[in-house]
């Protein structure tokens, strides 16, 4: 039977879908909608909690996944998780400290779909420690001062809005006036239709700042993680001087879903994984999150010397 | 442009087809009946369908405008080019996969200056819409695009685009050959280009398919079209979870050029003929013409560094957020 195809698209309605992330299945139904676990609380899950694999099964505690970067130690497969445990995984120490987190949504069009979008924008807000889809931080990368973009994809699917825009276009700046390197953390289910064109010109506005680093000599990285569409893809995701997959990750322009819809056939296994992207050549690397934080070590000391 | 034997009526204009209808068929009994005189009635006919043409585009909502925008009627890339050009000169292929069709561009003359002038292209007939790909470019269409925009810029000819995409073709081979990756390229380059560039929305500007070929120092829109982040059925598949909204999703996405123009988000609106572009095709491109001349003549006089930073700066100041 032909495995369903998942519905990228529907992590964009800003409402609560059962994740696929093992972090948050817990052995117990969630009866109420609505409950998140904030990221920031999600480090410090007690001892003795238990998480299930949602590919392979193997059932782990969330301390052991944990101080395995969140991958499954059975089947190496990558958990989906937020800014706060990238920061974690990839600055020294832990220590680091977070920019421009003031910049928050706004429903300027009084955009209403099943739900006013600021209406929808508070409900999260009262839920959730996010604030918005990105976060930014600076701290040292083996030793390298480095500038992190990382999406939440909890946050509306990790939608692409005029504060992702806005926070990626100081984080450019601040990179060009104190000459260092961005890593963009990509996890997103594409644009943010609550805030129509504006979240289009995003791409327009988040490559002219690229270009403007390009121009500085600095390094961009594109770090891509499951998963990644829509204007991710379009724009900044795939202008990496280096773009990087983490492994199996889906990442593509159009959802699965709707590429199977306007073909009427089914998608080949491993259609849109990281390796697809690597073979037809869309990806410079595959790194493993276990050797990332080493890795991105070894690349700032090729590019400074 | 079809005579009006031909029309093909879309559904808002149903008073104007019946006059049509009566039009036509007061010509038959005049051309049936030498004896009457039916030049009274057929004049005052006439002039009743421009009044109609007029009255009907006076006020649309969104929605009739995404209508109106996908008219089959409706003037594409090609016969603008036709119609606004002279010694258009048509470049193939992206010198990579293949010429794809959803995408057309080549050098021109306007008004006695060579232009470099790209689009995408719908069909207009079945079997040529196909052919078209309906006007979605696949990652080929893109890099086309590209390849023309730098011959355009190694000559140093300013670039018009026009822009009428329901979207980037989502296929599995487009998928596989970077359709992602071949629009943010074009993004990314089109914002670094050296000479001045013109994007139009002469039909539907949908997503990232238009932006492709969308980042310059002026966008215009034309009056009966739209632009925005998604089609308003795939807004309302997702957000509503039915495809029956996309009324409403069209109101809510405030796409239209005079929303669009009110957020600064364009920076202009281009009248089109009566009723549409579709009505006359050679007035509709003398209305493009005789805003883009302008245009170019103030943007070629802008030194390129300066007008780089200009277009950066444009898109910077997209975005609206809080504080706190």
């Given amino acids: 039977m032909a495995k369903k195809e998942e519905d990228i698209e529907k992590n964009l309605t800003g409402d609560d879908l059962p994740q696929a992330d093992a972090i948050r299945s817990s052995w117990f139904k969630r009866v109420q909608k609505g409950i998140l676990t904030s990221t920031s609380e999600k480090k410090e899950i007690q001892e003795g909690l238990w998480t299930k694999c949602p590919e392979c099964k193997y059932t782990c505690t969330t301390t052991e996944l944990s101080e395995n970067k969140y991958v499954c130690p059975k089947c190496n497969y990558h958990h989906r998780i937020g800014s706060a445990e990238y920061f974690d995984i990839l600055f020294d120490g832990d220590e680091y400290t977070e920019l421009y987190a003031n910049i928050r949504s706004k429903d300027y069009l009084g955009f209403t779909d099943l739900k006013p979008y600021d209406k929808r924008l508070e409900d999260i807000w009262k839920k959730s420690d996010l604030h918005d889809s990105i976060r930014v931080a600076v701290g040292k990368i083996e030793g390298h001062e480095v500038l992190i973009c990382c999406m939440d994809f909890d946050f509306i699917g990790g939608s692409l809005g005029s504060v992702m825009g806005e926070k990626v276009a100081r984080g450019a700046d601040y990179c060009i006036a104190n000459n260092i390197p961005m890593i963009m953390i990509c996890k997103s289910g594409g644009a943010r239709m609550m805030e129509s064109a504006f979240s289009l010109m995003q791409l327009a506005k988040i490559s002219g700042k690229l270009s403007q680093m390009s121009d500085a000599k600095l390094p961009y990285i594109s770090l891509l993680t499951d998963p990644t569409f829509g204007g991710v893809t379009a724009s900044f995701g795939m202008l990496g001087d280096l773009n990087i997959g983490e492994p199996g990750a889906l990442i593509g322009f159009a959802g699965p879903r709707v590429i199977k819809e306007t073909i009427k056939k089914d998608l080949p296994e491993g259609f849109q994984r990281s390796e697809f992207l690597l073979e037809h050549g869309f990806l410079d690397m595959i790194i493993d999150r276990k050797e990332m934080k080493q890795k991105f070590g070894v690349i700032f000391t090729l590019f400074k010397n | ?324």
């Fill in chain 2, 1 to 324: 442009m079809p005579s009006l034997e031909n029309r093909q009526f879309i559904e808002l204009e149903k008073p104007i087809k019946e006059l049509v209808d009566e039009l036509k068929d007061f010509r038959q009994r005049a051309e049936k009946n030498a004896k009457v005189d039916y030049s009274g009635t057929i004049d005052q006919l006439e002039k009743s369908i421009i009044a109609k043409r007029e009255d009907i585009t006076k006020e649309l909502t969104s929605w009739q405008k995404v209508q109106l925008s996908r008219h089959p009627d409706r003037p594409y890339t090609l016969k603008y080019i036709d119609k606004m050009c002279t010694n258009f000169v048509e470049i193939f292929g992206d010198r990579g996969v293949k010429d794809d069709k959803a995408m057309v561009g080549g050098f021109a003359q306007l008004d006695g200056e060579t232009v470099m002038v790209i689009g995408q292209q719908k069909g207009i007939n079945t079997k040529m819409r196909q052919l078209r790909n309906f006007g979605m470019a696949n990652p080929e269409g893109y890099r086309k695009a590209l390849r023309l925009m730098k011959l355009a810029e190694k000559f140093n000819k300013p670039i018009i685009t026009l822009i009428d995409t329901p979207g980037a073709y989502p296929g599995l081979e487009a998928e596989e050959r970077g359709q992602g990756e071949a629009i943010a390229r074009n993004i990314y380059e089109m914002m670094r280009l050296k000479v001045p560039v013109i994007c139009v929305v002469i039909g539907e500007g949908a997503s990232g398919g238009a932006l492709g070929i969308g980042v310059g120092d002026k966008v215009l829109m034309l009056e009966n079209t739209w632009y925005t982040v998604i089609s308003p059925e795939s807004c309302s598949s997702i957000l509503w979870r039915s495809w029956e909204k996309k009324e409403i999703a069209a109101e809510q996405l405030k796409l239209t050029p005079e929303h669009m123009h009110k957020f600064g988000l364009v920076d202009g609106i281009v009248p089109e003929p009566a009723g549409g572009a579709h009505w006359d095709y050679d007035l509709a491109a003398q209305l493009l013409k005789k805003e883009l001349l302008p245009l170019l003549q103030e943007l070629k006089t802008i030194d390129p560094e300066v007008r780089i930073k200009n277009r950066i700066e444009r898109y910077s100041k997209m975005g609206f957020w809080d504080e706190i």
